[in-house]
């Protein structure tokens, strides 16, 4: 019902910049929230960022606040994830996610999403 793309991802040196995309298509009317996850080899899949489609509330984790950002454009039906002064650790496959429905479940989890990307790699060198 919903498809995602993600794009933007890359090999950039430490301290470097990166903005990520995601579109979605398909029933985006239904969507409620959608986020950013990232997971490395060996790793669980871990929370980034999430933004409420209505409304623009975001959500972070500890780890990238203060470096990466959430945006929407709701005329593109298109996520971004900007992410600024990149260190090693943020090398991974980040996945775009989205929540079709109002759910009890919280948008910092992984259970809550309904539909995902792809991934898109991201190699941050020191």
């Known amino acids: 019902q919903v498809q995602l793309v993600e794009s933007g991802g890359g090999l950039v040196q430490a301290g470097g910049s990166l903005r990520l995309s995601c579109v979605a298509s398909?029933?985006?009317?239904?969507?409620?929230?959608m986020g950013w996850f990232r997971q490395a080899p060996g790793k669980e899949r871990e929370f980034v960022a999430a933004?409420?489609?209505?409304?623009?509330?975001?959500y972070y984790a500890d780890s990238v606040k203060g470096r990466l950002t959430i945006s929407r454009d709701s005329a593109k039906n298109t996520v971004y994830l900007q992410m600024n002064s990149l260190k090693p650790e943020d090398t991974a496959v980040y996945y775009c996610?989205?929540?079709?429905?109002?759910?009890?479940?919280?948008?910092?989890?992984?259970?809550?999403?309904?539909?995902w990307g792809q991934g898109t790699q991201v190699t941050v060198s020191s």
């Open positions: 933004i409420i489609w209505n409304g623009g509330s975001t």
């Open positions: 996610a989205a929540r079709w429905r109002l759910g009890i479940v919280a948008i910092t989890t992984t259970p809550a999403y309904d539909y």
């Open positions: 398909g029933r985006t009317f239904s969507i409620y929230a």
